[in-house]
């Protein structure tokens, strides 16, 4: 009980102080948010063996409590990793600034104009598992939205975070903004989630990212709006008009580039005219991946080696090298399956044929659709928003990766001159 009550006035001190920096965020300039990005970027170069130790004190830890491999891969980070995160926070910096643009003005009747104003939405609680990059890419996009952010990364990464951390506050001081506008919650204890949820007098939005258990509990104990995803159920669908060759490198490059992603594609669906062709070739290339293959009946009679799928299986996000396979009559009934089993993640059609590409693109209801292009894609970095704070398959306020925009608000705003009303 005096644990708890220790978390709770610390977590309310850590609110407060959020507050107060998400004010001076908000009404500082362009120019020293992007300061505070870009020396956050040239301490995380320079600090790059220091990350690279502390997350492989991290990933030791990992395996010794014999963490799946797909979480393991998520926590894992290499200089690569460290590179992207420099880039991303110096890609954040050359974005415009959406904070202050007025859209639609226009005169009423009465003289007066009315537009709107986009503005931070104040302080972001974002909580996450593993990826130890989330904490340079939250940090970033939040401060360039004009927000302040409290982060409260998994216990698995609590090293990495913390060291990724220092860089972030040595960037806040660089651009004279208040260290408190980024803090990162150092207790790995999990009563501190239970009250970052509930301050809603201090946080404005709270952002989970992790697996399915971490979110839905967010969702069901939250009382502050979150912007969330379930799950990542990605589909490719390839079409009887498909270029088989760009069929066969779509289709590799979504399952097996990366397996524990939340874009990585878990089920195949593919034409009938064409699986007969088709399947052979692709699962010859998964097979040797290691990739293991289950499928309706069509298509394990024309891969002997192919498991039956269950049910369960069509509604699984594998994050491993397992993959479903389903023959379908027609398009109808592949944007059919993605409703009935995809959770509106990203979905991806395989064709020639304008007619069918644009059906798709406009029925199958996800936060990105795509039309001959790897599920992978889908990613703040490769939309160019710099990073992301995550992929929301919610439909109000933000869908898709969230980027600037999505971590603002507009308000109304009215001009006059002397007007009243009559």
């Known amino acids: 009980m005096e644990k708890n009550r220790s978390i709770h006035v610390a977590m309310q001190a850590l609110g407060q102080a959020a507050r107060a920096a998400a004010r001076v965020v ?30 492989t004190q991290d990933v030791a830890q990992a395996k010794q409590k014999g963490l799946e491999p797909a979480m393991i891969d998520r926590l894992t980070l290499t200089s690569k990793g460290v590179a992207s995160m420099t880039t991303g926070l110096r890609q954040i910096a050359a974005l415009s600034d959406p904070i202050g643009a007025i ?29 130890p990059n989330v904490t340079a890419d939250a940090a970033g996009l939040c401060l ?18 913390q060291a990724i951390a220092a860089c972030v506050r040595e960037g806040l001081r660089t651009a004279g903004l208040p260290e408190q506008a980024v ?42 709006p979150v912007i969330k995803h379930l799950d990542g159920v990605c589909h490719v ?48 290339i998964l097979l040797k991946k290691k990739v293991e293959l289950r499928g309706d009946e069509a298509a394990c009679a024309l891969v002997s080696s192919m498991k ?26 592949a944007i059919t399956h993605i409703a009935t089993y995809g959770s509106q993640h990203t979905d991806t059609i395989v064709t020639e044929n304008y007619s069918r590409a ?37 439909k109000l306020h933000a869908r898709g990766p ?3 925009e999505g971590l603002t608000s507009q308000k109304y705003i009215v001009l006059g001159d002397g007007h009243i009303r009559e």
């Open 26 to 55: 908000a009404r500082s300039d362009t120019a020293t948010r992007n300061l505070a990005l870009i020396a956050t970027a040239e301490a995380i170069n320079r600090d790059e063996a220091l990350l690279l130790a502390a997350n």
């Open 103 to 131: 859209t639609d003005l226009d005169y009423r009747p009465t003289g007066i104009q009315v537009g709107k104003m986009r503005v931070p939405l104040g302080v972001i609680g974002i909580i996450y598992e593993a990826r």
């Open 144 to 161: 360039k939205a004009g927000n302040a952010a409290i982060l409260r990364g998994g216990s698995e990464a609590i090293h990495s975070n």
């Open 183 to 224: 803090q990162v919650i150092e207790t790995t204890d999990r009563a501190a989630v239970s009250e970052l949820i509930t301050m809603s007098e201090y946080v404005d939005v709270i952002v989970p990212r992790g697996g399915k258990g971490l979110i839905e509990r967010i969702t069901n104990e939250a009382r502050v």
């Open 237 to 284: 669908y390839v079409d009887q008009s498909a270029d088989l060759e760009k069929a066969l490198r779509i289709v590799d490059n979504a399952k097996t580039q990366r397996y524990g992603t939340c874009n990585t594609m878990e089920t195949l669906l593919v034409h009938t005219e064409i699986a007969k062709q088709f399947l052979p070739l692709i699962c010859e």
């Open 308 to 333: 039956l799928a269950t049910k369960e299986d069509w509604h699984a996000e594998y994050l491993a090298p397992i993959l479903n396979i389903r023959v379908v009559a027609d398009v109808d009934e």
């Open 358 to 394: 644009r059906q798709f693109l406009r029925e199958v209801d996800s936060s990105s659709v795509m039309v001959n292009a790897s599920t992978r894609f889908a990613d703040g970095f490769e939309y160019g928003l710099g990073a992301e704070i995550g992929i929301s398959t919610d």
């Open 402 to 404: 969230v980027g600037l």
